[in-house]
T-cell receptor, first 110, second 114 residues
């Protein structure tokens, strides 16, 4: 079963615009990770944020985590056509396994 | 390139058959995870090994089994295959066995059961 839900399920924007994806989860977590998947290929790790962190940046990516609301958001600034992909959040608790959300399909039009 | 390798890339087989998927983790990673991605179930955790020992089990069917060898590569065995087993199977690896490290995913094996 899925841990959380991602919102929106699909997002279409123009190059240069910002893209925001949200993830909600149900149980307590140790960390939350974001992954990108291009068209049925492998998952690429983007960023990990721990439960005691509120915000993290990596290049054009900004992730926030609100444990009181059990939610996270991924912001991609100045989107490029190459950012077109599916984005997944995954939560980690005790042990190593990750529980994934359903994903957001991002389409960036040139 | 994550450093995790999986073979084969594609596998087409018939119902009732048995297949073996292979995974080599990143150099230095002791933990290996298997995940299944299908259209109806999404990405599901199957099983985790750490340094040769099973650490956690998820939604893994009894027809499926896995092991991690002394050289740390892992194999996922799927038997008595059914149409519904068609999916992308991913292997991931991390340094340790707890959830504070990033998991790096291989390119996946696409299994088609006819």
């Amino acid at each position: 079963s899925q841990q959380g839900e991602e919102d929106p399920q699909a997002l279409s924007i123009q190059e240069g615009e910002n893209a925001t994806m949200n993830c909600s989860y149900k149980t307590s977590i140790n960390n939350l990770q974001w992954y990108r998947q291009n068209s049925g290929r492998g998952l690429v790790h983007l960023i990990l944020i721990r439960s005691n962190e509120r915000e993290k940046h990596s290049g054009r990516l900004r992730v926030t985590l609100d444990t009181s609301k059990k939610s996270s958001s991924l912001l991609i600034t100045a989107s490029r056509a190459a950012d077109t992909a599916s984005y997944f959040c995954a939560t980690g608790n005790q042990g190593g396994k990750l529980i994934f959300g359903q994903g957001t399909e991002l389409s960036v039009k040139p | 390139d994550s450093g995790v390798t999986q073979t084969p890339k594609h596998l087409i087989t018939a119902t009732g058959q048995r297949v073996t998927l292979r995974c080599s983790p990143r150099s230095g990673d002791l933990s290996v995870y298997w995940y299944q991605q299908s259209l109806d179930q999404g990405l599901q955790f199957l099983i985790q090994y750490y340094n040769g020992e099973e650490r956690a089990k998820g939604n893994i069917l009894e027809r499926f089994s896995a092991q991690q060898f002394p050289d740390l590569h892992s194999e996922l065995n799927l038997s008595s295959l059914e149409l519904g087993d068609s999916a992308l199977y991913f292997c991931a690896s991390s340094v340790w066995d707890h959830s504070y490290n990033e998991q790096f995913f291989g390119p996946g094996t696409r299994l088609t059961v006819l």
